[in-house]
T-cell receptor
Framework: ETGVTQSPTHLIKTRGQQVTLRCSSQ?????VSWYQQALGQGPQFIFQ???????GRGNFPPRFSGLQFPNYSSELNVNALELDDSALYLC????FGAGRSNEQFFGPGTRLTVL | GESVGLHLPTLSVQEGDNSIINCAYSNSASDYFIWYKQESGKGPQFIIDIRSNMDKRQGQRVTVLLNKTVKHLSLQIAATQPGDSAVYFCAETPLGRRALTFGSGTRLQVQP
């Protein structure tokens, strides 16, 4: 069974640029969530994708957007990068459905640095 | 907004001792609680979970206790080992939701 994978591992961008982060969900999982984890803090929910549609969103501006593909993999796009966007971006996958556990499996994250 | 928080930012224990990490939550609609372990440079790793219809759940060397009356969650680690050193997060989610709300974390340091 393949776990959650993310790419790239590290990324450095400058303020105002755009970035795309990628996530492959764990085998058999149909739901992907994205979290932002600032240094020294707990992860903050950005949004979740199920059946290729956004299925819940946290308190993040519209310049944070995402996609989910038919194979359940996902992308997180951030436009007009700001210095405060520097963080570890985590992807988590789970199986959404009646009677299913809420357990989410996290990937290793992508460390984004905005200069 | 409602959030999950932790009482102690850092916990230092001796190898072999038992560790207890505490967490307070404020969302009374929370139905599902999870403890995660995060090592440096890695994503959170699932440790144990508990639903609101339970008070206690045991795993291998770990026990989670839930007190809904005072909205308190704890993680007990028996015979703490150096490999247990990490940051531990509690997280919660209300029934029907999938977004996890995390606390700020407790760093567990195990002294040999």
């Amino acid at each position: 069974e393949t776990g959650v994978t993310q790419s790239p591992t590290h990324l450095i961008k400058t303020r105002g640029q755009q970035v795309t982060l990628r996530c492959s969900s764990q085998s058999g999982h149909n739901t992907v969530s994205w979290y932002q984890q600032a240094l020294g803090q707990g992860p903050q929910f950005i949004f979740q994708y199920y059946r290729e549609e956004e299925n819940g969103r946290g308190n993040f501006p519209p310049r944070f957007s995402g996609l989910q593909f038919p194979n359940y993999s996902s992308e997180l796009n951030v436009n007009a990068l700001e210095l405060d966007d520097s963080a570890l971006y985590l992807c988590a996958s789970t199986v959404f459905g009646a009677g299913r556990s809420n357990e989410q499996f996290f990937g290793p994250g992508t460390r984004l640095t905005v200069l | 907004g409602e959030s999950v928080g932790l009482h102690l930012p850092t916990l230092s224990v001796q190898e072999g001792d038992n560790s207890i990490i505490n967490c307070a939550y404020s969302n009374s609609a929370s139905d599902y609680f999870i403890w995660y372990k995060q090592e440096s440079g890695k994503g959170p790793q699932f440790i144990i979970d508990i639903r609101s219809n339970m008070d206690k759940r045991q795993g291998q060397r770990v026990t989670v206790l839930l007190n809904k009356t005072v909205k308190h969650l704890s993680l007990q680690i028996a015979a703490t080992q150096p490999g247990d050193s990490a940051v531990y997060f509690c997280a919660e989610t209300p029934l029907g939701r999938r977004a996890l709300t995390f606390g700020s974390g407790t760093r567990l340091q195990v002294q040999p």
